[in-house]
């Protein structure tokens, strides 16, 4: 079974074969990114994979869910998405022709673990994975095996995303929520997303020990979270907007952070929640402050207003429960978006706070490390047909540049941040709403799994030539590039 709750990230690099010193091309001193700087793409499994019950592959949640009438905008479901399982050597050739160095991608559970955690590992999907890994087998053996090339772990992706939606609204799997909240047969919106967040907290604490423990010290490895990061923007200049900012935070991304960073809950949850939000025991808290994080994974597409709706008259809308720190969310203020729309309802264009909550986590967290593990542009496009605004996607170049500036001009001031790994490689299954969306450097046609490179690729590759390090290679030897990879265990 998949669990988008639990997720093990990995980040490798193999080496070229005899790779020789490198380079700067230019000026050093003109671009904000250091050389060691890791410039990648990002995907996940069931999005990507497809091979649905292939090579002794078992179900997982998103398998269960597609599957039923009226969960997917288009009705369809990830059985091939875009067949990365079989084209994965393609779409590796796609990779080294932008010239990455890093590759964030996913393992199913269902895919090597066909009958859960308790059942027999499955050697056919194992083998499919040891073609991109050497060896996969589980939790503590990940560290063990691949820990003297693995550097970048991280424990869970988008654990915020998870709850909300699969807890809260219960428009995700497992489809849990209050009737005032969604259209779910069982859940209760109020108390179990809370539970289920707590548990995650733990359960990163748990893993972040074995590996402290066992394995980071001789293994020179670092270990993080991943979450996803919206910027509030108070709606106005007043104390009570900016307080509702703060605690529009504090309920999504602090949420998570705080205890594992601090040791315990933001304390806007705290005085609002009250008995609603579980407590850490003694020993939870001597647990949580022993083991922490290395560096915060920042996934970061968009930005809201926020107002405030404690201490004022204020609309009904998202944001303003008591659950959600009574701060409204909104795209727009005085009849005028926060930046350009997209084709989706929740990702407006608002480069501005890529260095804003950049800044944000860098002041919180006292600069812990950060790497920017997804950001991406999307089009509504339900064609497979190429066209010639179908390729020359000037829209996602002109977010890609404006994002990267702002990532760039965070850098100047001083925030540690170490890669950024674009969303996506390829158009690929959106969730909920199936293949309706494209967020893709290569567009796909979704009949034939046809792979063209838009204009964004090649925007990327120039980007990242100008911006890094290039390897000297002697001509007799391989000449690949050094191949970082970056994935999740879903």
């Known amino acids: 079974m998949e669990f988008s709750l639990f997720v093990l990230e990995m980040c490798f690099t193999i080496t070229a074969l005899l790779c020789y010193p490198v380079c700067l091309q230019g000026n050093p001193n003109a671009s904000p990114f250091p050389s060691n700087f890791l410039f990648g793409t990002a995907s996940s499994s069931y999005q990507f994979e497809g091979a649905f019950l292939s090579d002794g592959k078992g179900l997982n949640n998103w398998d269960v869910f597609t599957h039923k009438p009226g969960n997917i905008m288009d ?37 090597i673990l066909p009958k859960g955690r308790f059942g027999s590992v499955n050697k056919a999907g194992i083998h499919h994975y040891n073609k991109l890994i050497n060896s996969l087998l589980l939790k503590d053996i990940c560290f063990k095996y691949f820990g003297d090339r693995v550097k970048y772990w991280t424990t869970f992706n988008e654990p915020n995303v998870a709850v909300i939606r699969g807890y809260r609204s219960g428009i995700y799997p497992p489809s849990r929520c209050s009737s005032s909240f969604g259209n779910c047969s069982n859940g209760d919106s109020v108390k179990e997303p809370f539970i289920a967040a707590h548990n995650i907290i733990l359960s990163h604490a748990a893993a972040v020990d074995v590996y402290r423990t066992k394995y980071q010290k001789q293994q020179g490895g670092s270990i993080g979270i991943v979450m996803n990061a919206i910027w509030y923007e108070p709606i106005s200049n007043s104390l009570k907007d900016k307080q509702a900012a703060e605690r529009a935070q504090a309920f999504y991304m602090n949420w998570f952070l705080d205890p594992i960073i601090m040791g315990k809950y933001p304390k806007e949850m705290q005085e609002i929640l009250d008995s609603n939000l579980p407590s850490f025991s003694n020993h939870d808290q001597e647990k949580l402050n022993s083991t922490g994080l290395d560096f915060i994974g920042i996934n970061h597409y968009t930005s809201f207003y926020t107002k405030d709706c404690m201490f004022s008259v204020c ?176």
């Open 315 to 490: 609309e009904q809308g998202p944001g303003n429960t008591k659950i959600e720190g009574f701060a409204l969310r909104t795209a727009t203020k005085n009849g005028v978006f926060i930046g350009e729309s997209t084709a989706l309802d929740w990702l407006f264009v608002h480069p501005q706070g890529m260095e804003k909550i950049i800044t944000y986590v860098k002041e919180r967290y006292n600069n812990i490390p950060m790497f920017i593990t997804e950001n991406g542009f999307c089009e509504n496009d339900k064609s497979d047909s190429l066209t010639e605004e179908t390729v020359n996607d000037v829209n996602r170049v002109e977010y890609i540049s404006g994002y990267l500036v702002a990532l760039g001009a965070a850098l100047r001031k001083g925030a540690d941040i170490r890669g950024y790994f674009l969303w996506s490689l390829l158009d690929n299954f959106e969730w909920t709403l199936g293949f309706t969306i494209r967020f893709g450097l290569h567009h796909v046609d979704f009949s034939t799994l046809k792979r063209t490179p838009r204009g964004s690729a090649t925007w990327y590759k120039q980007f990242i030539a100008s911006h890094t390090a290039e390897k000297i290679l002697m001509p007799q030897h391989y000449p690949g590039n050094q191949l970082g990879q970056h994935f999740n265990i879903n």
């Open 75 to 111: 009705g369809s479901n990830g059985d091939t998405a875009v067949d990365h399982y079989h084209l994965y050597q393609e779409d590796l050739d796609l990779m080294q022709d932008i010239g990455v160095n890093s590759y964030r991608f996913s393992i199913s559970w269902a895919r």
